[in-house]
T-cell receptor
Framework: TQLLEQSPQFLSIQEGENLTVYCNSSSVFSSLQWYRQEPGEGPVLLVTVVTGGEVKKLKRLTFQFGDARKDSSLHITAAQPGDTGLYLCAGGTGANNLFFGTGTRLTVIP | KAGVTQTPRYLIKTRGQQVTLSCSPI?????VSWYQQTPGQGLQFLFEYFSETQRNKGNFPGRFSGRQFSNSRSEMNVSTLELGDSALYLCASSLAGPPYNEQFFGPGTRLTVL
C-alpha cells in the first residue's frame, strides 16, 4: 500500500497569511493530484502534476511535484476564508486508482 | 455537462442489513471508482469498473461488491452491514487513465449503520 503523509494535519491561520502544505511518500507516483473537499461534498480536483520538478500555479495556489515524484507541496499566498476546507493529495500509479493522503484541514479566519 | 451524481445522499441502516448505492458518471466517462471515507482511515479505494468489468480492487472484505452497467452507471453493494461500515461513500468517474489518473467525484452517500 502506497502511503502519503500530509503535514500539517490541521492549520488555522488569519486571512492574508501564507501557508504551505506538504505531501510525502516513500513511493514513486506517475501523477500527483491535489483536491479540496468541503463538508458534505466530494473532493474537487484542483490540479494534476505528472513531471518531476513540475510547478503549476492556479491564481494564489502554487503546486510543486518533487524531482523524484515522491512528494509534493501546495503553497497558498494571501489566504482567504474561501480557501477553508480539507486539502487532499493523491498519488496515481499505473492502475486507474488513487492513493490519498491523510489530509490537511485548513481554516482561514477572517 | 452534468457532474457525477450519487443516490441516495443519506442512508440509515441497522447491523446485518444490506445496502445498494448508485452512481451515474459524467457523460462519456467509462471508468467508475468507489472510495470509502472515514475520519480514522481517510479516503480508501474500494474498486474500479471499466466497461462493465472490475479492473482494480482495494483491500476490502468480500461483503463489498459492485457492478457496472452498459451505460457506465455503477452500483456498489455492502452485505451484512457492520457498525464500522458507517462512512461517506464516494464515487468518481474518469475519462483518461494513467498517467493523469484525474478523477471527478460525486457528492457521496453518507451511510450510517446503527
Amino acid at each position: 500500500t502506497q502511503l502519503l503523509e500530509q503535514s500539517p494535519q490541521f492549520l488555522s491561520i488569519q486571512e492574508g497569511e501564507n501557508l504551505t502544505v506538504y505531501c510525502n511518500s516513500s513511493s514513486v507516483f506517475s501523477s500527483l493530484q491535489w483536491y479540496r473537499q468541503e463538508p458534505g461534498e466530494g473532493p474537487v480536483l484542483l490540479v494534476t502534476v505528472v513531471t518531476g520538478g513540475e510547478v503549476k500555479k492556479l491564481k494564489r495556489l502554487t503546486f510543486q511535484f518533487g524531482d523524484a515524484r515522491k512528494d509534493s507541496s501546495l503553497h497558498i499566498t494571501a489566504a482567504q476564508p474561501g480557501d477553508t476546507g480539507l486539502y487532499l493529495c493523491a498519488g496515481g500509479t499505473g492502475a486507474n486508482n488513487l492513493f490519498f493522503g491523510t489530509g490537511t484541514r485548513l481554516t482561514v479566519i477572517p | 455537462k452534468a457532474g457525477v451524481t450519487q443516490t441516495p445522499r443519506y442512508l440509515i441502516k441497522t447491523r446485518g442489513q444490506q445496502v445498494t448505492l448508485s452512481c451515474s458518471p459524467i457523460s462519456g466517462h467509462r471508468s467508475v471508482s468507489w472510495y470509502q471515507q472515514t475520519p480514522g482511515q481517510g479516503l480508501q479505494f474500494l474498486f474500479e469498473y471499466f466497461s462493465e468489468t472490475q479492473r482494480n480492487k482495494g483491500n476490502f472484505p468480500g461483503r463489498f461488491s459492485g457492478r457496472q452497467f452498459s451505460n457506465s452507471r455503477s452500483e456498489m453493494n455492502v452485505s451484512t452491514l457492520e457498525l464500522g461500515d458507517s462512512a461517506l461513500y464516494l464515487c468518481a468517474s474518469s475519462l483518461a487513465g494513467p498517467p493523469y489518473n484525474e478523477q471527478f467525484f460525486g457528492p457521496g452517500t453518507r451511510l450510517t449503520v446503527l
